[in-house]
């Protein structure tokens, strides 16, 4: 049990456009789902934390307008970049907090590449 | 979060124990001790964790020591597929605990043939 998935796996995009992840705990029930972002050869920086039915909480310099999240159900998180630029070409992964233990399960992440 | 320290990296041949240190001096009374790791190109894998006693599972062991200021993750059998970064994290957990994991460089372990 507690499997996460994302889609899409990998996605090319074109400066200006709108690119948008979903994070899903398939067995299991998260009120919380956070998301990262990880740049080559560093480690996971979060980005916000994701709250069912409630607004995400941003880390200090991660702009809210831009990396848009929404949280509707116990079981879904989408991560919207607006506008993508080529400096935010990354791998982004999510992770699910399950509700009966606490311990968070992570996605396989996507990778964006803008161009 | 309270921090954690590890090495950098370190190597094991295939088929014996890969002995993983953490340090974790300052963690507070109601901080577990989580352990996950990263293939490359992969998301984070949850692997163990644990309060005060040692736990085990089908994956690893995690030994804490009396103090708790210390851990070892022990891959009994490591296998070339084990090769990946590995991340010891402490925080408040249990159920409908909702804080956040803090990843810092982790450490490399190379399994060789």
């Known amino acids: 049990g507690a499997v996460v998935s994302q889609h899409p796996s990998r996605v090319i995009c074109k400066s200006g456009t709108s690119v948008k992840i979903e994070c899903r705990s398939l067995?299991?029930?998260?009120?919380?789902m956070f998301w990262y972002r990880q740049f080559p050869k560093q480690s996971l920086m979060l980005m916000a934390t994701s709250n069912e039915g409630s607004k995400a909480t941003y880390e200090q310099g991660v702009e809210k307008d831009k990396f848009l999240i929404n949280h509707a159900s116990l079981t879904l998180s989408t991560l919207t970049v607006t506008s993508a630029h080529p400096e935010d070409s990354s791998f982004y992964i999510c992770?699910?907090?399950?509700?009966?233990?606490?311990?968070?399960?992570f996605g396989p992440g996507t990778r964006l590449t803008v161009l | 979060d309270a921090k954690t320290t590890q090495p950098t990296s370190m190597d094991c041949a295939e088929g014996r124990a890969a002995n993983l240190p953490c340090n974790h001096s300052t963690i507070s009374g109601n901080e577990y001790v989580y352990w996950y790791r990263q293939i490359h190109s992969q998301g984070p894998q949850y692997i163990i964790h644990?309060?005060?006693n040692n736990e085990t599972n089908e994956m690893a062991s995690l030994i804490i020591t009396e103090d708790r200021k210390s851990s070892t993750l022990i891959l009994p059998h490591a296998t070339l597929r084990d090769t990946a970064v590995y991340y010891c994290i402490v925080r408040v957990a249990g159920p409908g605990a909702n804080s956040k994991l803090t990843f810092g460089k982790g450490i490399t372990l190379s399994v060789r043939p």
């Open positions: 644990g309060l005060k």
């Open positions: 992770s699910a907090s399950r509700l009966s233990s606490g311990t968070q399960y």
């Open positions: 067995d299991f029930q998260a009120t919380t």
